[in-house]
């Protein structure tokens, strides 16, 4: 079972195929994230789009990861607004 709190993400959730992130279209996930604020953008473009760790996204923009973890979540609900209105 995979955790948001786990220091890499597991994109293909096996217990809960909603949740997969593979399962969106590339173009609906970017048009998704490109209309979230800058510090939610930043966060859902490195973990969602670009794939990479927990640990190497909080490095790079400087936060901790409890604070990314948080922006994730607020990104996630967003992204599903987005997409549900579409």
């Given at each position: 079972?995979?955790?948001?709190?786990?220091?890499d993400i597991n994109f293909e959730d096996?217990?809960?195929p909603n949740l997969n992130v593979n399962a969106i279209p590339a173009e609906d996930l970017l048009k998704?994230?490109?209309s979230l604020p800058a510090s939610l953008k930043e966060v859902a473009m490195?973990?969602?789009?670009?794939?990479?760790?927990?640990s190497d996204v909080s490095q790079a923009l400087g936060i901790r990861q409890s604070e990314l973890v948080t922006r994730l979540h607020r990104a996630q609900l967003a992204i599903g607004m987005f997409l549900m209105q579409k």
């Amino acid at each position: 079972m995979s955790s948001f709190f786990d220091l890499d993400i597991n994109f293909e959730d096996e217990d809960n195929p909603n949740l997969n992130v593979n399962a969106i279209p590339a173009e609906d996930l970017l048009k998704a994230i490109e209309s979230l604020p800058a510090s939610l953008k930043e966060v859902a473009m490195g973990i969602l789009y670009e794939k990479r760790s927990f640990s190497d996204v909080s490095q790079a923009l400087g936060i901790r990861q409890s604070e990314l973890v948080t922006r994730l979540h607020r990104a996630q609900l967003a992204i599903g607004m987005f997409l549900m209105q579409k």
